[in-house]
Every structure is written in C-alpha cells, then in structure tokens.
C-alpha cells in the first residue's frame, strides 16, 4: 500500500489560511487521497478526501497535483478549534487498508 | 446519541487480567472496524466486519485479540491476559459502506492502561 508523507508539525496564526501538505509518491491511479484530523483526545474526524480533482466542503478545500504524487489541505481562516493532528492517507480497495502515518500536527496561535 | 459510541472510556486493569470494550456504530451502518492508537502514534488497523461476511482479522497482534460483532450491530473486542504493551487508545469505527471513498465516524476511543 502506498504511503504519505508529511511535516512532522506546522504553526499558524488566528484566522491565517494553513495550507499543509503531502507527498504520495507512490499513489496508484485508483487510489483515493483522504484527510482525516484528530483533535486532543477524540477520535480521529473525517475532513475531506478525493480522487483527482480539487474538492471543496465546508470546512477545507483539497487541492491535487496534476500528477497526483502530492496534494495540499487548505484551512481557509484557522481557528484556535483547527489545532489537531492532520492525518493524511491513500485508500484503494476499502478502508481498513488505510494506513495512518503520524500526521502534522498543527498549531494555531491566537 | 447519534455517533459512535465506545465504553469504558478508559479502564485501568492489571496485567493478566481479561478486559473486554465496546462499540455501538452509528445505526445502519454495515462496516465496523477496530483501530489502536499507541501514544504518539498513527492507527493500526485490528480488525473489520462488513455485514455477514466473514471478518477481517489480519490485523490482531495475538491470538490473546478477538472480537465479535453481534445481530450486526454492538462490537466486543476482547483483550486476554492483558499485557503492559497492550496499554493504548482502542478506537472503533463504522462506514455506511467498505468502498474506498467510505467516510469513516470514529467514537472516542477507550483508553486502556495495563499496569
């Protein structure tokens, strides 16, 4: 399965776009890229995900490389609620093949 | 409620001793998976149902790891004769469907302590 990588840890300030990103090299053509965070002692909440095409929702947007070997979650105007770790992860076949990396963890100062 | 939902939310238990958790999907949802969190680390997958089919167990560490779902719905996963590198966050999952593109809602996770 293929992996990501990602910035071990990243800052922003209040009401800052963040934009973090991933490499995923290896990413197959079918494999889905999804965005998962995980607020302090929560489970982990989905965010966003996608296939080739940039995607927008109500609380990121998702942009996708052409060549889809790196893509980049956008937060819009953080809040001090976006600080969480921000998991990054490619999915062919279900999900229980998903495999979580350490993630970027994100702080926002106010 | 509404969302995944996973008891105890956190048990201390000593070595030895056998520990069971469990999770409540979110009504109609068909896949349910098993995740453990050890601090500072990523998911590791543990094991996965989808409907009637036969479970998923690739990812259980031992055979000390085992986990029922019943009437399709309430998840048990069951520790034995627990160990201190069993001590971790168990999360569980659910998703409308297995697909690929499937969101998954996680509950809070339980938090075992293993002394």
């Known amino acids: 399965d293929a992996k990501t990588t990602q910035p071990n840890s990243m800052e922003s300030n209040e009401e800052e776009p963040v934009h973090l990103p991933c490499n995923h090299s290896?990413?197959?053509?079918?494999?889905?890229i999804h965005w998962y965070r995980q607020l302090p002692s929560q489970g982990p909440e989905y965010v966003i995900h996608?296939?080739?095409?940039?995607v927008n929702n109500r609380m990121a947007s998702l942009a996708i490389a052409e060549d889809r070997k790196s893509s980049t979650l956008i937060l819009h105007r953080a809040t001090l609620r976006d600080a969480a770790v921000y998991y990054c992860?490619?999915?062919?076949?279900?999900?229980?093949?998903?495999?979580w990396g350490l993630g970027t963890s994100l702080a926002v100062n106010p | 409620g509404a969302g995944v939902s996973q008891s105890p939310s956190n048990k201390v238990t000593e070595k030895g001793k056998d520990v069971e958790l469990r999770c409540d999907p979110i009504?109609?949802?068909?896949?349910l998976y098993w995740y453990r969190q050890s601090l500072g680390q990523g998911l590791e997958f543990l094991i996965y149902?989808?409907?009637?089919?036969?479970?998923?167990k690739s990812g259980l560490p031992s055979d000390r790891f085992s986990a029922e779902r019943t009437g399709g719905s309430v998840s048990t996963l069951t520790i034995q004769r627990t160990q201190q590198e069993d001590s971790a966050v168990y999360l569980c999952?659910?998703?409308?469907?297995?697909?690929?593109?499937?969101?998954?809602?996680f509950g809070e996770g339980s938090r075992l302590t293993v002394l």
């Open positions: 009504s109609g949802h068909t896949a």
């Open positions: 996608g296939l080739t095409s940039n």
């Open positions: 149902f989808q409907g009637n089919s036969a479970p998923d």
């Open positions: 992860i490619l999915s062919n076949g279900n999900n229980r093949k998903l495999i």
């Open positions: 999952a659910s998703s409308v469907l297995a697909a690929r593109a499937g969101e998954l809602f």
């Open positions: 290896t990413i197959s053509g079918t494999d889905y």
